[in-house]
């Protein structure tokens, strides 16, 4: 254990949730301090004043909080994740780290857990404090509590991030809002809990991508409500397809949901049945007929309309989007019709909305053309954790590849991704992982495991897809299964290890 001095009262003038009101002087306990939700909490914590902070973390030391920061933090440079850290743990009251970890939490008069605490093992004492009636708080709350303008929330299988950013680059071209902040789950920027507590005027909009492990940590919802799709997706940890819609509906059956859109081409995101009472529904379809009677964003003729009062408006012409593939354009038509729920502030800017989500481009690590050489185009798609993500990725790229993946297993059926194989993947290079064994099964099943080969580490399948890939092709980096990320990161990404095995690097220019 680390004890350090208690720091001096802080004349902080950050707004607090009601949660916390009171609790500036008791015991609060921050669960996996290196981690995105409790690294944030832990230093909103702090900045307001909170003087008895314990931060818990399974890492026995420095490094291996380093190493763990780096992870949740990917995208922030290095100098600010040290500086960022080095902050936070000078102004904790106390560390418990490895062996000590979670040592005295039931002393604490409110815990805050990362997302995914109940799936660790060494959680089982969470798991009883849970059960006993003990306070838990989560960063996803703390947002919608401390938010006092207009809150944007997404969630959905696929889709999300892409979606939320959208949303936040189109509301900030239209310049409706003061400000606009983008957050919730994201490991690749900063969060903006210390902005939003900042905010008297309530004038500004807060984007939140929702994951569904958020989603049983939220007691209220947002304003707006979205669900891009729901395809079968952790379904080990919710009992099955049920559960798992039952979670991506919370968003919209919470108290505090005003607005909710949803996906009229999902089958499944609009079977889950009607709406509450008081809720409005905006619907987003590839066409005018899939809205129904419901207003909000489809595609005629080439362009993308908004629908509103039965009047509509073109956004913009398709063809002028940067992003590709027929899943971003379901993004681009759900990050329209989240817009068109915001009213007149947007609807009467359709043109300027249009100009924002044309801009757009590829987020990181979503089939981003990363490196070309020996014409060989380079694609890192390191965020699709589901069979039917990177059947999408496959889809876009739209030609001949080498597909690196594998990962553990959320039980999801890889018959389809199989059938690629021998077809648009000519070589799967396929990383250790309980989820690889599965779809090497699939597989097996099929008699092409002749085009699987085996890599022990990422850096030998960066090295077997360059041997290979030939003129043409492509080189796709989208793993199908969770768990690649923390696997295979810490000697370093995919970016890192292609340029390090490349022998005559190029500009990089899209493909044509």
């Given at each position: 254990?680390?004890?350090?001095?208690?720091?001096?009262?802080?004349?902080?003038?950050l707004?607090?949730?009601?949660?916390?009101?009171?609790?500036?002087?008791?015991?609060?306990?921050?669960?996996?301090?290196?981690?995105?939700?409790?690294g944030?909490?832990?230093r909103?914590?702090?900045?307001?004043?909170?003087?008895?902070?314990?931060?818990?973390?399974l890492?026995?030391?420095?490094?291996?909080?380093?190493?763990?920061?780096?992870?949740?933090?990917?995208?922030?440079?290095e100098?600010?994740?040290?500086?960022?850290?080095?902050?936070?743990?000078?102004?904790?009251?106390?560390?418990?780290?490895?062996?000590?970890?979670?040592?005295?939490?039931?002393?604490?008069?409110?815990?805050?857990?990362?997302?995914?605490?109940?799936l660790q093992?060494?959680?089982?004492l969470?798991?009883?404090?849970r059960?006993?009636?003990?306070?838990?708080?989560?960063?996803?709350?703390?947002?919608?509590?401390?938010?006092?303008?207009?809150?944007?929330?997404?969630?959905?299988?696929?889709?999300?991030?892409?979606?939320?950013?959208?949303?936040?680059?189109?509301?900030?071209?239209?310049?409706?809002?003061?400000?606009?902040?983008?957050?919730?789950?994201?490991?690749h920027?900063?969060?903006?809990?210390?902005?939003?507590?900042?905010?008297?005027?309530?004038?500004?909009?807060?984007?939140?991508?929702?994951?569904?492990?958020?989603?049983?940590?939220?007691?209220?919802?947002?304003?707006?409500?979205?669900?891009?799709?729901?395809?079968?997706n952790?379904?080990?940890?919710?009992?099955?397809?049920?559960?798992y819609?039952?979670?991506?509906?919370?968003?919209?059956?919470?108290?505090g949901?005003?607005?909710?859109?949803?996906?009229?081409d999902?089958?499944?995101?609009?079977?889950?049945?009607?709406?509450p009472?008081?809720?409005?529904?905006?619907?987003?379809?590839?066409?005018?007929?899939?809205?129904?009677?419901?207003?909000?964003?489809?595609e005629?003729d080439g362009?993308?309309?908004?629908?509103?009062?039965?009047?509509?408006?073109?956004v913009?012409?398709?063809g002028m989007?940067?992003?590709?593939?027929?899943?971003?354009?379901?993004?681009?038509?759900?990050?329209?019709?989240?817009?068109?729920?915001l009213?007149?502030?947007v609807w009467?800017?359709?043109?300027?909305?249009?100009?924002?989500?044309t801009?757009?481009?590829?987020?990181?690590?979503?089939i981003?053309?990363?490196?070309?050489?020996?014409?060989?185009?380079?694609?890192?798609?390191?965020?699709?954790?589901?069979?039917?993500?990177?059947?999408?990725?496959?889809?876009?790229?739209?030609?001949?590849?080498?597909?690196?993946?594998?990962?553990?297993?959320?039980g999801?059926?890889?018959?389809?991704?199989?059938?690629?194989?021998?077809?648009?993947?000519?070589?799967?290079?396929l990383?250790p992982?309980?989820?690889?064994?599965r779809i090497?099964?699939?597989?097996?099943?099929?008699?092409?495991?002749?085009?699987?080969?085996?890599?022990?580490?990422?850096?030998?399948?960066?090295?077997?897809?360059?041997?290979?890939?030939?003129?043409?092709?492509?080189?796709?980096?989208?793993?199908?299964?969770?768990?690649?990320?923390?696997?295979?990161?810490?000697?370093?990404?995919?970016?890192?290890?292609?340029r390090?095995?490349?022998?005559?690097?190029r500009?990089?220019?899209?493909?044509?």
């Open positions: 254990m680390i004890t350090s001095p208690q720091p001096a009262p802080n004349p902080s003038t707004r607090l949730p009601p949660r916390l009101q009171g609790l500036r002087h008791r015991r609060i306990d921050v669960v996996g301090i290196a981690s995105v939700e409790g944030e909490m832990a909103f914590l702090l900045a307001a004043g909170f003087s008895r902070v314990v931060g818990h973390d890492r026995a030391d420095r490094e291996g909080l380093t190493s763990a920061d780096r992870l949740a933090h990917a995208g922030l440079r100098d600010e994740r040290e500086a960022r850290l080095d902050t936070l743990l000078g102004g904790l009251w106390q560390t418990r780290l490895g062996p000590e970890y979670l040592t005295g939490i039931e002393e604490s008069s409110l815990v805050v857990p990362t997302q995914g605490w109940f093992p060494a959680n089982q969470l798991q009883q404090l059960s006993g009636g003990h306070p838990f708080y989560s960063l996803i709350q703390a947002y919608l509590d401390l938010s006092l303008g207009t809150v944007v929330g997404v969630t959905g299988t696929h889709g999300k991030s892409t979606t939320s950013a959208l949303v936040a680059a189109a509301l900030r071209s239209i310049e409706v809002f003061p400000k606009v902040w983008l957050a919730g789950n994201d490991r920027n900063q969060q903006a809990l210390e902005e939003v507590a900042r905010d008297t005027g309530g004038e500004g909009c807060l984007v939140l991508e929702i994951s569904n492990r958020q989603l049983l940590q939220m007691e209220t919802a947002p304003e707006i409500a979205a669900i891009t799709n729901i395809t079968p952790h379904l080990d940890e919710h009992g099955g397809m049920d559960g819609v039952a979670c991506k509906r919370r968003i919209i059956d919470l108290p949901c005003r607005v909710a859109v949803r996906n009229a999902d089958p499944v995101s609009i079977a889950t049945g009607a709406l009472a008081g809720v409005q529904e905006l619907r987003f379809s590839a066409t005018q007929s899939g809205l129904g009677g419901f207003d909000g964003a489809f005629k362009q993308l309309m908004m629908r509103r009062a039965q009047a509509s408006e073109v913009l012409e398709l989007l940067r992003l590709r593939g027929e899943h971003n354009r379901a993004n681009v038509r759900a990050a329209a019709a989240i817009c068109c729920a009213g007149s502030k009467t800017k359709p043109e300027r909305l249009g100009d924002g989500l801009k757009f481009g590829t987020l990181s690590h979503r981003q053309l990363i490196w070309q050489e020996s014409g060989v185009d380079y694609y890192d798609d390191l965020s699709s954790t589901t069979p039917q993500s990177t059947l999408a990725a496959i889809t876009t790229v739209g030609r001949k590849l080498v597909l690196i993946c594998g990962g553990q297993d959320k999801i059926s890889f018959e389809e991704l199989a059938l690629e194989v021998g077809q648009s993947v000519g070589t799967l290079v990383l992982g309980s989820g690889s064994e090497l099964e699939a597989i097996s099943a099929l008699g092409r495991t002749e085009r699987v080969i085996r890599a022990e580490s990422l850096e030998e399948s960066v090295r077997v897809a360059r041997d290979q890939a030939r003129p043409g092709e492509a080189i796709l980096l989208s793993p199908a299964c969770p768990g690649f990320f923390t696997a295979n990161y810490g000697q370093g990404g995919f970016r890192s290890m292609v390090r095995s490349a022998t005559s690097p500009p990089r220019t899209p493909p044509a």
